[in-house]
Each structure stands twice: as structure tokens, then as C-alpha cells.
């Protein structure tokens, strides 16, 4: 039948979803809002089955998905024991005692003329000596324990401002979980035992699990995590294997006691052979340790893990293995890989959950009829393929640019980077030119933030910016970060933010 001929009749009416978890429970939760009860979805899990747990962090994207399923901030925060999160502060990344901030938001102010960088460049050029953190009211805050939202008026220096959230990953998927169960999704206990496929197309018919029910559906959505039950085990989808460029492999995760305020901020610690991630939560502090298991052994992280927490383990350091990479095909058939089922990247830039909601925004926006449009399915790909390729680029940034000497870190200044991350380093040094595309997930200030961070050093700015008179253009400046200075120690500490959300009431 040709496309001008199909009628809207063939829809989709039955989507099973395998693996519950955060990925699958944000995808059950995100198809009963938009479909109310015109799909029936059931999700297939087993309590047998552990979580990996380390998405405990998020970046200003997970508003968009918050907004989606219809959660209420105040009892999201107070149901799964969530903090605020300004950005992520990385400690001897560039060496031994130095640390830098990757803020949420903006640097400095909109002002005419040129991006605002190319003015603190150009001061910066001709003498003014004032550091990229005293531009940012999101790192100055963070650096106090501050926490201020956004505002909406334009001319306030709070609209300058971005934030994510901590909280407990276990504590999410059940919030989640009550609120698609409420809509009509249906969840079954059980593990998976064989996949029923049509002999002809290939797609796959039924999901039978080891107690013999058989789940029927149109479309499936395979969030089963690594092992990728669907996407890999039944259509053989293939991996492309990032570990060149990121090398570690394994990470080891405990959580311990808090103790004294609750910082808002990741922090990413660099260690001998990777980096540890500090999570502050309202019930506990989360801790683990990402490595290469080629320069240190699971007991050595463990003790280094355990030496360098804030407050009593409560649990010992659990492990798991992992390979960087991607799904070669994310969508074949009526399969479609969400989460980590399409492939992996280590946390270091709290992308993991953005991933889960960046596969959902795309299925939605593609999503099928019965036939499976295999446009569709390439499509998905594709988009797919571009969000964590940029992303895998600006974790490879972090491992590059650093001058400490241990073997691995030796290893990853030295290593051949891929094209595209080298021509955007190369941009950046000669202009200040970051060459951030449009559908690029991290912005001008994120890779400004960590270019600068590292030691990457711009030697010239956009020459648009020499329209501006010099004293002119220093004052401007000047008058911002002065502005940011005042501003921040009228906000409120970060707990104090947050209790007047946790209120009664609220």
C-alpha cells in the first residue's frame, strides 16, 4: 500500500516492556502519560534481579521527563530522598590538588555584541586577571552550599542559573512505578525464559517466562540493562567498543553515612587508575570508585574506595563490570534497546539517566505502527548514535587533557583522540570557538567549563568581540562577577532550600 493510501488504523496496542529499574519504569511511566489506556503496557521483572544503582545523579534535562510523567517536585524530593545539584566539581583532575567546576547554567550574563566568553577572553587577554568560576553564579553558590532556582525574568542574574538532582536511584523507579501502575500499566513478576519470534518478519512475537505466561505485544522495549536480553540476545544487534578511548572497565560502589551539610554538587575525585564519585543524598552519601582493571585490582579499589569516604560504610563495596560502547542497531524489528540495554558510559557526567530519557524522547517522537516503518527504526539510530557519540567525545575531553602521571593517565594523554574531539580542541585554542552544534546535549558552558578546567588554554577570541572598546568591555565584566559576588550570599544554604521544599504543605 502506498504512504498516501495507509490509513490510521494499524496502531500499536500492546507494548511489553522487559526490565523494570529506572529505565524500565521511566519508560512505563512515560508511555501511560502520553497513551493513557489507549496501549496497554505491561512490564516484565523479577525482584531477583539487582539494579546497577550508580544513576544517582542527573543533569537539567531530567526536568523535561519530570514534566512529562506529571511529578510533583515536592514529593519526588521528599519520596526518593533527593538533594539539589548545581554541576559537578572535579578534584586533581588536572593534577594533583587542583579543582575546577562544570556549573549548570550560564557564564555570566547575556550582553550584546558576541558570546560572553569572547568578552571574558578578550579581558583576559589585555590583563585581566579574573578566573571563569567568579563568572558563574552557579559554581560561586555551589562553593558556599547555596541553592537558588532559576527565574524567569531575563534582567535577573538568578535566570543565569541551572539544576539537576541527586536522590536515590531504587527510591525513583518505585516512585515511578506507583504512578504508571496508577495509570493502567501492569507489571508481572518473573524472569524471562525464551522469546517467541514470527517465523517470517523476524519480530518478536511474545516474551514466555519461566513460569510459562506468555506476554503478547505489538512493540517491545527491551530495558533488561546489560545483559540486553532482546536487543542482543535475540536480534544480535552488535557493540561497538569504546574501551580505547575510555579505558576503565569496572567501578565498585558502597554508600556511608552523611554527615554535616549536604553539599549541592556532584564531586568527581581523580584517583590512580580512574576517578571516585561522591553523591550527597538526604538519607546517606553515595560513593564509588570508577577504574581501569588493567592498572588496579578490585581489592586495591576497594581500600582506596573505603579510605576516602565522609562517614561509616554502611554496606560493602559492590562491583560491577562494564565495557564503554554502543549498540551498532538500538532499534531492529519491534525491538527498541533503552537504557543500558543500548550501551554504556561511565557516569562522570551524570549522563546515564539523561540516556534512558533521551531513547524515550525519540520513541515518542518516532513512534511506530504495526508495521515497524524500518525508516523508523534508522532514524532512531541515528539520533540515537549522534546524542552518545557527543557525549562519549566529552567524556574522552576529561581523560585527554590532564598531566598527572600515573601509567593509565599517561595512557589517555597520549592516546589518539577521535576527529572530532581534536578538531574542537584545536577550535578552542586558536579562537575560543567551542563549535557546539544544535542537538549537541552539553552547551557552551559545559565544555567552556571543562576546557578551562583542564588547562586547555585559548590563545586568541572572536575578533567581533574587538568591536567592543576595551575599557568598556573590562567593565562589563567586572560589574557582572561583582554583581554574582553580592547576589550569592543572599541565597539560602543549600539545606535550608531544601527543607522549605520539604515542608509541610508544599
Same mark, same amino acid.
Given at each position: 500500500?502506498?504512504?498516501?493510501?495507509?490509513?490510521?488504523?494499524?496502531? $500499536?496496542?500492546? $507494548?511489553?516492556?522487559?526490565?523494570?529499574?529506572?529505565?524500565?519504569?521511566?519508560?512505563?511511566?512515560?508511555?501511560?502519560?502520553?497513551?493513557?489506556?489507549?496501549?496497554? @503496557?505491561?512490564?516484565?521483572?523479577?525482584? *531477583?534481579?539487582? &539494579?546497577?544503582?550508580?544513576?544517582?545523579?542527573?543533569?537539567?534535562?531530567?526536568?523535561? +521527563?519530570?514534566?512529562?510523567?506529571?511529578?510533583?517536585?515536592?514529593?519526588?524530593?521528599?519520596?526518593?530522598?533527593?538533594?539539589?545539584?548545581?554541576?559537578?566539581?572535579? @578534584?586533581?583532575?588536572?593534577?594533583?590538588?587542583?579543582? =575546577?567546576?562544570?556549573?549548570?547554567?550560564?557564564?555570566?550574563?547575556?550582553?550584546?555584541?558576541?558570546?560572553?566568553?569572547?568578552?571574558?577572553?578578550?579581558?583576559?587577554?589585555?590583563?585581566?586577571?579574573?578566573?571563569?568560576?567568579?563568572?558563574?553564579?552557579?559554581?560561586?553558590? !555551589?562553593?558556599?552550599?547555596?541553592?537558588?532556582?532559576?527565574?524567569?525574568?531575563?534582567?535577573?542574574?538568578?535566570?543565569?542559573?541551572?539544576?539537576?538532582?541527586?536522590?536515590?536511584?531504587?527510591? =525513583?523507579?518505585?516512585?515511578?512505578?506507583?504512578?504508571?501502575?496508577?495509570?493502567?500499566?501492569?507489571? $508481572?513478576?518473573?524472569?524471562?525464559? #525464551?522469546?517467541?519470534?514470527?517465523?517470517? #518478519?523476524?519480530?518478536?512475537? !511474545?516474551?514466555? &517466562?519461566?513460569? /510459562?505466561?506468555?506476554?503478547? /505485544?505489538?512493540?517491545?522495549?527491551?530495558?533488561?540493562?546489560?545483559?540486553?536480553?532482546?536487543?542482543?540476545?535475540?536480534?544480535?544487534?552488535?557493540? *561497538?567498543?569504546?574501551?580505547?578511548?575510555?579505558?576503565?572497565?569496572?567501578?565498585?560502589?558502597?554508600?556511608?553515612?552523611?554527615?554535616?551539610?549536604?553539599?549541592?554538587?556532584?564531586?568527581?575525585?581523580?584517583? *590512580?587508575?580512574?576517578?571516585?564519585?561522591?553523591?550527597?543524598?538526604?538519607?546517606? #552519601?553515595?560513593?564509588? =570508585?570508577?577504574?581501569?582493571?588493567?592498572?588496579?585490582?578490585?581489592?586495591?579499589?576497594?581500600?582506596?574506595?573505603?579510605?576516602?569516604?565522609?562517614?561509616?560504610?554502611?554496606?560493602?563495596?559492590?562491583?560491577?563490570?562494564?565495557?564503554?560502547?554502543?549498540?551498532?542497531?538500538?532499534?531492529?524489528?519491534?525491538?527498541?534497546?533503552?537504557?543500558?540495554?543500548?550501551?554504556?558510559?561511565?557516569?562522570?557526567?551524570?549522563?546515564?539517566?539523561?540516556?534512558?530519557?533521551?531513547?524515550?524522547?525519540?520513541?515518542?517522537?518516532? +513512534?511506530?505502527?504495526?508495521?515497524?516503518?524500518?525508516?523508523?527504526?534508522?532514524?532512531?539510530?541515528?539520533?540515537?548514535?549522534?546524542?552518545?557519540?557527543?557525549?562519549?567525545?566529552?567524556?574522552?575531553?576529561?581523560?585527554?587533557?590532564? &598531566?598527572?602521571?600515573?601509567?593509565?593517565?599517561?595512557?589517555?594523554?597520549?592516546?589518539?583522540?577521535?576527529?572530532?574531539?581534536?578538531?574542537?580542541?584545536?577550535?578552542?585554542?586558536?579562537?575560543?570557538?567551542?563549535?557546539?552544534?544544535?542537538?549537541?546535549?552539553?552547551?557552551?558552558?559545559?565544555?567552556?567549563?571543562?576546557?578551562?578546567?583542564?588547562?586547555?588554554?585559548?590563545?586568541? =577570541?572572536?575578533? $567581533?568581540?574587538?568591536?567592543?572598546? !576595551?575599557?568598556?568591555?573590562?567593565?562589563?565584566?567586572?560589574?557582572?562577577?561583582?554583581?554574582?559576588?553580592?547576589?550569592?550570599?543572599?541565597?539560602?544554604?543549600?539545606?535550608?532550600?531544601? !527543607?522549605?521544599?520539604?515542608?509541610?504543605?508544599?
Amino acid at each position: 500500500m502506498k504512504d498516501a493510501e495507509r490509513q490510521p488504523g494499524d496502531r $500499536v496496542r500492546q $507494548v511489553v516492556i522487559l526490565g523494570g529499574g529506572t529505565a524500565g519504569w521511566m519508560t512505563a511511566a512515560a508511555l501511560a502519560r502520553t497513551f493513557g489506556r489507549r496501549i496497554a @503496557v505491561t512490564l516484565l521483572e523479577s525482584d *531477583e534481579i539487582g &539494579t546497577v544503582g550508580v544513576g544517582e545523579a542527573t543533569i537539567p534535562t531530567i526536568h523535561w +521527563f519530570n514534566e512529562l510523567v506529571g511529578l510533583d517536585e515536592a514529593a519526588f524530593l521528599r519520596e526518593t530522598k533527593a538533594t539539589f545539584k548545581l554541576g559537578i566539581e572535579f @578534584v586533581d583532575w588536572r593534577g594533583p590538588g587542583h579543582r =575546577y567546576f562544570h556549573p549548570f547554567g550560564q557564564y555570566g550574563a547575556p550582553l550584546p555584541g558576541v558570546a560572553f566568553h569572547h568578552r571574558w577572553l578578550k579581558a583576559r587577554a589585555e590583563g585581566y586577571d579574573l578566573p571563569l568560576a567568579a563568572l558563574s553564579l552557579a559554581g560561586t553558590l !555551589a562553593a558556599q552550599n547555596r541553592f537558588a532556582k532559576p527565574a524567569a525574568e531575563a534582567r535577573s542574574i538568578l535566570s543565569t542559573l541551572g539544576y539537576a538532582f541527586h536522590f536515590d536511584a531504587g527510591l =525513583y523507579a518505585r516512585h515511578l512505578r506507583g504512578l504508571a501502575e496508577g495509570a493502567g500499566v501492569t507489571r $508481572v513478576e518473573g524472569k524471562l525464559a #525464551t522469546v517467541a519470534r514470527d517465523g517470517g #518478519t523476524g519480530h518478536v512475537t !511474545a516474551l514466555v &517466562t519461566e513460569t /510459562g505466561a506468555r506476554l503478547a /505485544g505489538d512493540l517491545f522495549i527491551d530495558c533488561s540493562g546489560f545483559r540486553a536480553l532482546l536487543i542482543e540476545g535475540a536480534m544480535q544487534a552488535g557493540y *561497538e567498543d569504546w574501551s580505547h578511548w575510555l579505558p576503565c572497565d569496572r567501578a565498585g560502589a558502597v554508600p556511608c553515612a552523611r554527615g554535616g551539610e549536604t553539599t549541592p554538587y556532584t564531586r568527581s575525585t581523580a584517583r *590512580e587508575a580512574g576517578w571516585q564519585w561522591r553523591i550527597p543524598l538526604q538519607h546517606r #552519601t553515595g560513593n564509588g =570508585y570508577v577504574y581501569a582493571s588493567r592498572h588496579l585490582s578490585d581489592d586495591a579499589a576497594a581500600a582506596t574506595l573505603l579510605a576516602n569516604l565522609d562517614g561509616e560504610a554502611l554496606a560493602e563495596p559492590r562491583f560491577l563490570r562494564f565495557l564503554a560502547g554502543r549498540r551498532r542497531r538500538t532499534w531492529i524489528g519491534n525491538v527498541v534497546a533503552i537504557g543500558l540495554s543500548s550501551g554504556f558510559l561511565e557516569p562522570l557526567e551524570s549522563t546515564s539517566i539523561h540516556l534512558i530519557q533521551s531513547g524515550i524522547a525519540k520513541l515518542l517522537t518516532l +513512534f511506530p505502527d504495526r508495521d515497524m516503518d524500518p525508516a523508523l527504526a534508522r532514524r532512531y539510530d541515528t539520533l540515537l548514535a549522534a546524542d552518545m557519540d557527543n557525549i562519549k567525545d566529552f567524556l574522552i575531553l576529561h581523560y585527554h587533557a590532564t &598531566t598527572r602521571d600515573e601509567p593509565l593517565w599517561r595512557h589517555t594523554r597520549a592516546m589518539e583522540i577521535p576527529d572530532t574531539l581534536a578538531a574542537r580542541i584545536d577550535h578552542y585554542r586558536r579562537a575560543g570557538r567551542l563549535m557546539v552544534g544544535s542537538d549537541d546535549l552539553f552547551r557552551d558552558a559545559s565544555w567552556l567549563a571543562v576546557l578551562d578546567g583542564q588547562g586547555v588554554t585559548a590563545r586568541d =577570541y572572536n575578533p $567581533v568581540a574587538d568591536t567592543i572598546d !576595551a575599557a568598556t568591555n573590562r567593565a562589563q565584566v567586572e560589574q557582572i562577577a561583582a554583581l554574582i559576588a553580592r547576589a550569592a550570599p543572599t541565597l539560602p544554604g543549600h539545606d535550608a532550600a531544601l !527543607a522549605a521544599m520539604l515542608a509541610p504543605g508544599r
